[in-house]
């Protein structure tokens, strides 16, 4: 079974930056297609970025291009998002998400199997 921990949120303020980490267990990163995504209060779930065939392509929504940041470390079996410029829009809860299919990328939430618990990002003025 595979298993998604994430780790890294917290509060910052406005202009400041985090790195967040997800670690997979039960199964390799390099075989999975991987994604964040977040979800802010009273909002649908929004995909963020992707990390597809082992990191080799990287995609991001418009809302974050040119300041977050997804890679893979297969050694560690952990897919990073490293956030910078932060602002109060950021705010939510980041989730990472994993498909059984290489070379796989989709920004939709249901095309992901598993899914982590969450980890949360606040953004303050």
């Known amino acids: 079974q595979v298993q998604l921990v994430e780790s890294g949120g917290g509060p910052v303020q406005t202009g400041g930056s985090l790195r967040l980490s997800c670690v997979v267990s039960g199964s390799t990163a390099s075989s999975l297609s991987m994604a964040w995504f977040r979800q802010a209060p009273g909002k649908e779930r929004a995909w963020v970025a992707n990390?597809?065939?082992?990191?080799?392509?990287?995609y991001y929504a418009a809302t974050v291009k040119g300041r977050f940041a997804i890679s893979q470390d297969n050694a560690k079996n952990t897919v990073y998002l490293q956030m910078n410029s932060l602002n109060t829009d950021d705010t939510a809860m980041y989730s990472c998400a994993a498909a059984p299919r290489f070379g796989f990328c989709s920004s939709l939430p249901s095309d992901y199997v598993y899914w982590g618990q969450g980890t949360q990002v606040t953004v303050s003025s």
């Open positions: 990390s597809c065939s082992d990191g080799s392509r990287t």
